[in-house]
C-alpha cells in the first residue's frame, strides 16, 4: 500500500529516528534552523513534528531554550511497564477469545514484517513494528479507549525497547517470545496468553532495570 505522508509527518519519521539512535542527544537544545537545513523542511513542519514528538514524550519544550530531547529515565520506564503489565495481559488474552481470521491474519502478517526487520537491522522501524504487533494481538478484543492507551504506552516505552534490544541475543529472545505469543494466541489458548505476555513485559522490564541503573545512561548522554 503507498503511503503519502505530509511533510510534518516525515519530519517527525527523520527526527525520531536521530533520537532512538542517541544522535540527538538528551538535554541538548535543538537548532530548529539547523535541523530544518540539513532535513529540507521550512519551519512550520518541523515545529509540528517537534510538537508531536513532545507529545509522545520523547521532546519537552522549556521558555527560552525550546525544545529538548528528554533524557531516559527510570522511573518513567518503570511506570511505562508496570502500567503495560497491568492492561496489556488480559486485553490480549480477551482478544484472542474474539478474534477472527482475518484478526488472526492480520497479526501474522505484523510479527513477519517484525521479523523481517529484526533480520535486517532495522532497529528504529523495529520498535514502531513491534508496537503493531502488539496492537494487532489486542484490537479484536479491546475497546477504543483500552486501545488508544495502550498505544500510547508502547510509544512512550519505545525508547527503552530500542535500548534493551541493544545487548547480544536479546533480538533472539524477544523474536521466540512473540513468536510464542502468537501461536497460542491463534490457538485461543487465553490463560497462555495472559501469562506468556505477563512474562514478555516483565522480562523486559526486568533487563531495563540493570540496564537503566548502570551505563545505558551514560551512554544516552555522551
Not at 34 to 40: F, K, Q, S, W, Y
Not at 78 to 89: K, T, W
Not at 187 to 201: E, F, L, N
Amino acid at each position: 500500500m503507498l503511503v503519502i505522508q505530509t511533510i510534518s509527518a516525515q519530519a517527525y519519521e527523520l527526527v525520531r529516528e536521530r533520537i532512538l539512535t542517541g544522535e540527538l542527544a538528551p538535554g541538548v537544545p535543538l537548532r530548529q534552523e539547523t535541523i530544518a537545513l540539513e532535513l529540507g523542511v521550512s519551519k512550520i513542519p518541523l515545529l509540528q513534528a517537534f510538537t508531536h514528538l513532545e507529545q509522545d514524550g520523547l521532546l519537552s519544550s522549556h521558555p527560552n531554550r525550546g525544545f529538548v530531547v528528554r533524557p531516559l529515565c527510570a522511573a518513567e520506564a518503570e511506570e511505562v511497564f508496570a502500567l503495560r503489565l497491568q492492561l496489556e495481559p488480559d486485553a490480549t488474552a480477551k482478544a484472542c477469545l474474539t478474534a477472527t481470521d482475518e484478526d488472526r491474519n492480520r497479526a501474522a502478517q505484523a510479527l513477519t514484517a517484525l521479523e523481517q526487520m529484526q533480520d535486517e537491522g532495522e532497529t528504529v522501524r523495529h520498535v514502531a513494528q513491534n508496537r503493531a504487533f502488539h496492537i494487532a494481538l489486542i484490537r479484536p478484543g479491546a475497546g477504543l479507549i483500552t486501545c488508544q492507551t495502550i498505544e500510547r504506552l508502547h510509544i512512550v516505552a519505545e525508547r527503552y525497547v530500542h535500548i534493551h534490544l541493544e545487548p547480544d541475543g536479546r533480538n533472539a529472545r524477544a523474536k521466540q517470545e512473540h513468536r510464542q505469543l502468537l501461536e497460542l494466541w491463534i490457538a485461543g489458548a487465553a490463560k497462555q496468553v495472559r501469562v506468556a505476555m505477563k512474562d514478555h513485559i516483565s522480562g523486559t522490564r526486568k533487563d531495563l532495570r540493570k540496564q537503566l541503573r548502570g551505563n545505558i545512561l551514560a551512554h544516552s548522554t555522551s
